[in-house]
């Protein structure tokens, strides 16, 4: 393959690898599911991704879409229509994490310290609305960036939601020791099936970060939003060893949630390990609530942006 990246052809279960580099960050992107698998910064790995012989373990660094989380039942409605999608989280009969993260995408441009890859998603039970994918994956003196595109080829407006699932860490720091900050006023309550049925103010309790706090013992699988926005609309979530070293995740104004995952149910080799500090456009189960889902008409493109730098 004729690319400037450097990539590698790979009958590894996430296909070729893609890898950027520039100004001591190096990233490898994968053709299954378009993620990322690895993130390093002057040699130091600032995310806990999956080797080349494995899948993305706990969608790490998965792209969630057309809708992120969880949607209860697998069943919505959306333009008059009752759908019924697959249960792709059968134990806790839900609909988990959209439609391409286990796709084949495809490279479409590319240079040494950035890759474009796209898919196609075709119209499918439970979802019959065409979607043409693009995310271009950069790395500079900034860290890693992923600027995505997603465009309604079909003819009826089509719901749309994103997130992404990177698990971040600072090496040699238990998950514990990390102080948390995540600027949101407000989180939601779930049910057995991590599925949401209310909110609640953190203000005051164990799941208020807003000012950053030591993560300790707490176990988060949490959805937060009312977002803190800095002055560009933006928000941030960042974690801090008590050396201070740490990372941001940062995400423009297309994303006005963030899940927080503190791998509490990973196999044991990566329980409490890292932080899966995950972007999104809407909260779990938006397709049935409607919150905050985007409708995507025929012909126009939703635009995202988001990153991660070492600090």
Known sequence: MDTAASAQLSHAPSGTQWTIRSGGQEAVIVEVGGGIRA???DGRDVVSG??????AVGSAGQILAPWPNRIRDGQYAFGGEHLQLPLTEPQ???AIHGLVNWARWHVVDAA????????DLVPQPGYFWPLHFETTWSVSEDGLRAEHVVTNTGDAVAPFGLATHPYVLVPGVAVDDLTLRVPARSRLLVDARLLPIGAARVAGSEYDFVEGRRLGATVLDTAFGDVDTDADGGSRVEITAPDGRGVTVWADAAFTWWQVYSSDTLPADRLRKALAIEPMTCPPDAFRSGRDVVSLEPGSSWRGTWGIRAI
């Open 92 to 94: 806790r009969h839900n």
């Open 39 to 41: 993130f390093t910064a």
């Open 50 to 55: 999956f080797a080349e012989h494995e899948g």
């Open 112 to 119: 040494p310290d950035r890759v474009t890859v796209a898919h």
